[in-house]
């Protein structure tokens, strides 16, 4: 059985909710993530995902 600290990604890329799509969708794409963290001053407001852009 494997914990949660095994499988995290633990080098993360997080942006602000002022990105650009454009911003996050290169981000994505040359990281290769399926998703990134959009955080405002240090709190967690929302993830962005690849799925999220195909349907903008």
């Known amino acids: 059985m494997f914990s949660i600290e095994q499988v ?3 080098n993360l890329f997080m942006v602000p909710s002022n990105s650009t799509i454009k911003e996050v969708g290169i981000l994505l794409c040359e990281k290769e993530f399926y998703a990134l963290p959009i955080v405002d001053d240090n709190e967690l407001v929302g993830i962005v995902t690849t799925k ?3 349907k903008f």
């Open 52 to 54: 999220d852009l195909i």
């Open 8 to 10: 995290i990604t633990k």
